[in-house]
């Protein structure tokens, strides 16, 4: 067990529809990364948050969106959805935001969109 | 995108050592060398990092060469339930993008009774 909890574990639901993932980093970790994962691209960054503001961005789409709360809770956004969009999304956090702090990934959210 | 080069799969008898070897040739001074494994869907699981040094934990060892262009994981006494795939990340020093995972496809272990 990491230590990072993500709801929920699957979800189903239909194109054009929107939906919010949720993530809880680990106790006193300040930084929150997700992650998209599907079977034709693999392990995509998608976005990084330190301690409730934007670090990094990567490979998100404008139709997703995230943000950190002052509980440092994360939450990510999907709207709009098509079925490209069905993958297992991790969400990740560290201490810090600094390369030597150690990432520690969640079981995953499995979206499946129809 | 990934900075290594990683065999695409590779095969180790239950109870023998695993070497999964990782080619980092344009690592800068300041890029740390980690590895993570995947067991099929779950979540990537930290096994071990480092900068210069050898490393050890409970989990596996990590020898970096000289140069830092190659790395090496060890598994010493690998099991079943080691079979992943494996991946060896290089992550700048500092935050920021190049402070995140990038990951590659890794290596695939296979790990037959």
């Known amino acids: 067990d990491s230590g990072v909890t993500q709801t929920p574990k699957h979800l189903i639901t239909a194109t054009g529809q929107r939906v919010t993932l949720r993530c809880s980093p680990r106790s006193g970790d300040l930084s929150v990364y997700w992650y998209q994962q599907s079977l034709d691209q693999g392990l995509q960054f998608l976005i990084q948050y330190y301690n409730g503001e934007e670090r990094a961005k990567g490979n998100i789409l404008e139709r997703f969106s995230a943000q950190q709360f002052p509980d440092l809770h994360s939450e990510l956004n999907l709207s709009s959805l098509e079925l490209g969009d069905s993958a297992l999304y991790f969400c990740?956090?560290?201490?810090?935001?600094?390369?030597?702090?150690?990432?520690?990934f969640g079981e995953g959210s499995w979206l499946t969109v129809v | 995108d990934a900075k290594t080069t990683q065999p695409t799969s590779m095969d180790c008898a239950e109870g023998r050592a695993a070497n999964l070897p990782c080619n980092h040739s344009?690592?800068?001074?300041?890029?740390?060398v980690y590895w993570y494994r995947q067991i099929h869907s779950q979540g990537p699981q930290y096994i071990i990092h480092?900068?210069?040094n050898n490393e050890t934990n409970e989990m596996a060892s990590l020898i970096i060469t000289e140069d830092r262009k190659s790395s090496t994981l060890i598994l010493p006494h690998a099991t079943l339930r080691d079979t992943a795939v494996y991946y060896c990340i290089v992550r700048a020093y500092y935050g920021g993008s190049q402070g995140n995972l990038i990951f590659g496809k890794g290596t695939k272990l296979s790990v037959k009774p």
């Open positions: 344009t690592i800068s001074g300041n890029e740390y």
């Open positions: 480092g900068l210069k």
């Open positions: 990740a956090s560290s201490e810090t935001a600094r390369s030597g702090n150690t990432i520690y």
